[in-house]
């Protein structure tokens, strides 16, 4: 039935994907760029038309771009946040056709054979694109084509009415080098190369010339794949009777969390956020969001770390629809547990059940870093978003307690025999060191900008075990820690 409809594409491409999704969220008035580091220097990555106006281009060093144009705004480019926002385009573009997939990193390609006539024709659907493109803040560049290739050309090197042959060699998605070699030898427009002999262009470029110019002239198909959407993880149930008790609601949640938790099981993910929206008679919703210290698809653990938040959800006349989504998902392979492993599940569930009360960025640990400063030797992150290392490395012993160094007087660079230290005279009784530590002249500290320090255990004979330290170039003693 559909063998006489006439294959119809559409490109899309974003030329200033990049820069366009920064300035959605704050607009800048003058010369605007990103930036990224490439071959050992700051280059632009991606910029407006405010900065291509002045003399600005994309691969410019960015200390060239700011000698041309002082006014310059500029900000690190995000590669890692571009790919999301053009998944976001991929499904707004399903509105025009359900076959919508990625044209490298910044474009689009839609099979629109057959669904044009919704739209009124193929020039009213080409309009309603580019209108809500520039309503949203992105410039939008259109190819149409009976092939990808040609769509492909169209958009980035004419608009849908151009002819193909007219266009230059570039637009067949060749290599730069292959293109310079085609203009040496005047084949600068795509005409030419249909007019030239076959047989000595593919004895001199290979294949590949042959085989984008068959595809953009219809000659080798090139189907448009679509994009899979990606699982949803949500469930829902209407209810017959509003319901209003934490037992019935918790009963509900049961229900729900089986198939969820089934459904991730078949993923191999497990939920690292988890939604529970309750829906009540007078329309009004509340939501109990739970985040958990590491993946989790069993329902039997997941189900108590509920109770705390639906305790407190005010029912009013009564709740008739509960939903159920985990909004965050990971990868959770299924693993084969032995009898010697131990499993890290309650501590775990203690820390979501922590950071339920307190937040999951408070519950925190400690993890060694790689530094022979004794400040800067560990580092202290989340413990939800973070695991521990499997040992700590340091040369010599370090004190349990570590504070700022406190001044003694003592002169001399060998450990003295007796000073005072917090309104306490001391006597020592042995001492080992030294060992000298040097300041890393990379980090901004303060408190390292005397030098060289040469550290000695010291043992009193009060009971104190102290950690302090001499500095060589400007004579003094420091305690800074103390021992177990």
């Not at 063998?3 to 491409?13: F, L």
């Not at 699982?231 to 009777?241: G, N």
């Not at 309750?278 to 009004?284: A, F, H, I, K, W």
């Amino acid at each position: 039935m559909f063998d006489g409809i006439r294959k119809r594409v559409v490109s899309m491409w974003f030329p200033r994907l990049a820069s366009d999704r920064v300035l959605r969220a704050r607009p800048v008035d003058g010369p605007f760029a990103l930036t990224l580091k490439a071959d050992n220097a700051e280059r632009i990555y991606c910029l407006n038309q405010a900065a291509e106006r002045v003399g600005l281009s994309r691969s410019m060093s960015f200390a060239d771009a700011r000698a041309f144009c002082p006014d310059l705004i500029s900000q690190p480019a995000r590669p890692d946040l571009d790919r999301p926002f053009l998944a976001a385009l991929r499904r707004w573009a399903t509105r025009y056709c359900p076959w919508v997939g990625y044209e490298g990193a910044d474009g689009l390609v839609l099979d629109v054979s057959g669904a044009a006539h919704l739209w009124g024709g193929e020039s009213k659907m080409l309009a309603d694109m580019r209108a809500r493109a520039t309503r949203a803040g992105l410039e939008l560049r259109l190819g149409l084509g009976e092939t990808r290739g040609a769509a492909w050309a169209r958009a980035h090197f004419g608009d849908e009415n151009t002819t193909l042959t007219e266009l230059p060699v570039a637009a067949l998605r060749l290599g730069d080098q292959m293109v310079t070699a085609l203009q040496r030898l005047g084949l600068r427009r795509i005409g030419d190369l249909t007019a030239a002999a076959r047989a000595p262009l593919a004895r001199r470029f290979g294949p590949d010339l042959m085989l984008r110019l068959d595809q953009a002239m219809g000659h080798v198909s090139e189907p448009t794949t679509p994009e899979s959407e990606p699982p949803h993880y949500a469930i829902r149930m209407s209810l017959p009777e509003p319901i209003g008790l934490t037992e019935d609601v918790m009963g509900i949640t049961a229900r729900l969390l089986t198939p969820l938790c089934d459904k991730l099981k078949a993923q191999e993910m497990g939920a690292r956020s988890l939604c529970l929206t309750l829906r009540r008679v007078d329309q009004g919703c509340q939501q109990v969001e739970l985040r958990l210290a590491a993946p989790m698809r069993d329902p039997h653990r997941i189900l108590p770390l509920f109770e705390r938040g639906v305790g407190a959800i005010d029912a009013g006349f009564g709740i008739d629809q509960i939903r159920f989504e985990a909004t965050l998902v990971e990868p959770l392979p299924v693993q084969q547990i032995g009898s010697r492993q131990t499993s890290p599940d309650q501590l775990n569930d203690l820390i979501t059940r922590i950071g339920t009360r307190i937040g999951l960025e408070n519950v925190q640990r400690f993890l060694p870093a790689d530094s022979h400063i004794p400040e800067h030797a560990f580092s202290i992150a989340p413990a939800a978003y973070s695991r521990p290392e499997s040992g700590w490395y340091a040369p010599r012993p370090r004190p349990l307690r570590l504070f700022p160094p406190e001044a003694i007087s003592v002169t001399g660079s060998q450990p003295p025999a007796q000073f005072r230290w917090r309104r306490m005279r001391l006597t020592v009784g042995r001492t080992i060191g030294p060992e000298r530590i040097a300041p890393e002249w990379w980090l901004p500290d303060d408190n390292w900008r005397s030098g060289l320090r040469d550290y000695w255990k010291v043992d009193t004979r009060e009971g104190r075990r102290l950690w302090l330290f001499y500095t060589p170039q400007n004579p003094g003693w420091f305690v800074q820690g103390e021992f177990a």
